[in-house]
């Protein structure tokens, strides 16, 4: 089975936040151990945030990719300049690191990762079939079940169907104690959003992962 | 033809093999050999106990002694080189033994006429015995069973009267029947421990063996 | 003439030689061998039974279709780049209730090095000759029955029987793999078609030829001191040395295995 944790990010899992408050953000990229530990003042990375205005344009996307250098992790870029209402989303494409976690504060408040609660997505791509019910593993009241379903194509042009259906993903609208859907069905290979609209900091676990 | 002839296995051992065991099983256990009352103990040798015989008049009755030399055992065909005073016929086969047979000789006067106060005189006589007899078996279980001999007919020679030999040789076979019963050949034995052994035919004597057949 | 002879006919060759591959007992070994292109550590157990035995002047014991019943466990690893297709998500963009659309990344996914444990029982038949030895082992006396040279190993049938068994462990081991959905079966195929029959036939012979060669039975063991009657109070057990043995297989209307024993008291 995948390893659904929203804890800890690997490389099929991204983390996005939306910083709508102008100002300066700094953060620092941990294992899920170093998430308690407090954020420095002078973090290694930093998102400058300016104000929106018409010349602006719509909101925007800004990629960060996450890497291992010896025993630290970095952020590439390590700075960013965005404006209020864009989002950033983090992402390693590296299959070694086995779970890294986003920590930051500054304008708007803090943002954890690990913890996700205000305008903030979590993705997974699902790989391996099974069902998978995923709680708050910080003590939320949230829940919902994803179905994977295996598949065998047998021939190219259900290989090729199979390939289209992996550009659509599907979304999780989660509002306080809300969960729209709680089950979904997808196929192997395709990528769930779980959209936090507003939560106290919750992450999105797998039931078996949770110590009780 | 094959040493198994008809069934599985064979086992076969030749007299002078029984010999060695004859002598194994009488060093090992030397009191089969000698008998005595306990008025006639002999020194320093393992003897069995038996009570002397009562008799009226002969204060703790009659003490004896019988000890025998280890016997040796002759399978058909004959091989005493005609010494044999019982020829083995087929299936047969001879014991030859020296025995020594002491009685505690009672004696209340001398020669002289002294007063002996009652005394126990041991007087002994050597005899060569020949037995003529055959092979038996007890048979327990496949695989287990012994080999044992049984007498017929002893000989002693040059004892006159013929009916004083009669008696010698009755009560000799008796003992020497009761001696040679203890001694038994396991299948085991006989086999030198390479097979189990079903029994099917034998004890047989013959080619200077005693032999067994079976199936494993 | 020896004191004692004992001999046996075929029959009762047979139960004592199927009596001595039971006695030899379940045999094994382990090590690493060459599996196709890949290295394979492996633990094999052994055992024998079976067999019509002839015995054949003037010391030969034949055994035809004695059975090799042999366990095999190994295991390699196997790096799935070699046989997949690089691999990405494609990236994907949906509209969230915040904000207009989030775009994922491709994401290129990880074909990792799986190790593949493979697990196999079966029975080999061979024939071969032995020849008789006896000889003092110690304080006993040991009739043993030696192979003559390396007996032939018909290998074939249970090298395919492996590699089924392979195709069967790789399916079970691919399961876990994320994203192998699609491209199990043909994962499968690729990793058989790498190994092979020759490539099983190669781990295989190495590993069973040992079992067989230098293979032996032991049909009599007893102590130099020999027991014939047990201790029975007061008197001590009787005893009798084996001082002499030979085995040699004679034939007359008859083969039979004779063994002459030569005692002393």
Not at chain 2, 50 to 77: M, S
Not at chain 3, 131 to 152: A, M, Q, R
Not at chain 3, 196 to 212: M, N, R, S
């Amino acid at each position: 089975m995948d390893t659904l944790d929203s804890r800890s990010l690997r490389y099929i899992d991204c983390f996005a936040q939306k910083f709508a408050t102008p100002g300066h953000v700094h953060y620092q990229i941990s294992t899920l151990a170093g998430a308690c530990l407090p954020v420095e003042d002078e973090g290694e990375f930093t998102i400058d945030i300016d104000a929106r205005s018409e010349k602006s344009g719509e909101s925007q996307q800004h990629n960060v990719q996450v890497r291992r250098e010896g025993n630290k992790f970095v952020a590439d870029p390590p700075h960013l300049e965005i404006h209020a209402g864009d989002m950033v989303l983090w992402n390693t494409p590296d299959p070694g690191i086995t779970g890294y976690v986003v920590v930051g504060k500054g304008a708007g408040g803090k943002f954890d990762s690990s913890a996700l609660n205000t305008e903030a997505v979590f993705t997974h791509a699902f790989g391996t079939p099974g069902e998978y019910n995923w709680v708050d593993a910080n003590k939320g009241k949230i829940s919902g079940v994803i179905r994977v379903l295996s598949l065998d194509p047998k021939d190219k042009e259900q290989c090729q169907k199979w390939l289209a259906s992996l550009e659509q993903g599907t979304l999780i609208t989660i509002e306080g104690d809300s969960v729209r859907p709680q089950m979904i069905e997808i196929l192997t290979g395709q990528t769930v959003f779980w959209a936090v609209q507003k939560a106290p900091g919750i992450s999105i676990t797998d039931s078996r992962l949770v110590v009780k | 033809m094959s040493l198994t002839e008809a069934e599985t296995v064979f086992a076969g051992v030749h007299e002078a093999g029984v010999n060695e065991l004859f002598k194994a099983f009488f060093t090992a256990r030397p009191r089969f050999l000698t008998y005595a009352t306990p008025g006639l103990v002999p020194p320093a040798t393992p003897f069995t106990s038996v009570p002397a015989i009562a008799f009226p008049g002969i204060p703790g009755g009659i003490e004896y002694r019988i000890r025998f030399e280890i016997p040796t055992v002759d399978f058909a065909p004959d091989s005493s080189g005609g010494s044999s005073p019982l020829p083995v016929g087929t299936g047969q086969l001879n014991i030859r033994t020296k025995v020594t047979i002491t009685v505690g000789c009672y004696r209340f006067f001398d020669d002289t006429g002294k007063d002996r106060q009652g005394t126990v005189i041991p007087i002994s006589t050597s005899l060569e015995v020949w037995a003529r007899g055959k092979p038996t078996v007890t048979y327990f279980s496949p695989g287990n069973g012994e080999v044992g001999f049984s007498l017929d007919e002893v000989e002693i020679v040059d004892i006159t009267p013929d009916s004083l030999e009669s008696v010698v040789e009755c009560i000799l076979r008796m003992v020497l029947q009761a001696v040679i019963r203890n001694v038994r050949l396991p299948f085991n034995t006989l086999t030198a421990g390479a097979f189990s052994l079903a029994l099917v035919r034998g004890p047989e004597i013959e080619d200077d063996q005693v032999k067994i057949y079976g199936n494993a | 003439m020896p004191d004692i002879i004992a001999a046996a006919d075929e029959t009762a060759a047979s139960n004592l030689i199927h009596a001595a591959e039971t006695t030899l007992g379940t045999l094994t070994k382990s090590g690493s061998g060459s599996l196709g292109p890949f290295t394979a550590a492996w633990f094999a157990s052994a055992s024998f039974s079976g067999g019509m035995v002839d015995l054949i002047a003037p010391n030969v014991v034949r055994i035809a279709n004695c059975q090799l019943n042999y366990s095999l466990g190994f295991n390699f690893s196997f790096d799935l780049s070699s046989i997949l297709p690089d691999f990405c998500l494609p990236q994907i963009c949906i509209p969230i209730p915040f904000d207009g659309k989030l775009c994922t990344p491709k994401i290129c996914v990880n074909w990792p090095t799986i190790t593949i444990p493979v697990s196999n029982s079966g029975v080999i038949n061979f024939t071969a000759d032995f020849s008789l030895n006896v000889h003092l082992s110690g304080s006993d006396w040991l009739i043993d029955i030696v192979v003559v040279g390396i007996p032939f190993l018909q290998i074939g049938p249970a090298a395919a029987a492996i590699l089924a068994a392979i195709g069967l462990a790789a399916s079970l081991a691919l399961l876990a793999v994320p994203f192998i959905g699609p491209f199990l079966a043909a994962a499968v195929v690729g990793i058989t078609a790498a190994i092979g029959i020759a490539g099983v036939t190669g781990l295989l012979g190495p590993i069973l030829t040992p079992f067989v060669s230098g293979l032996t039975f032991t049909v009599y063991k007893q102590p130099k001191l020999f027991q014939v009657l047990p201790p029975a109070l007061p008197d001590p057990a009787v005893n009798i040395n084996l001082d002499a043995i030979t085995a040699v297989v004679a034939s007359s209307n008859e083969d039979e295995l004779v063994i002459s024993v030569d005692i002393s008291a």
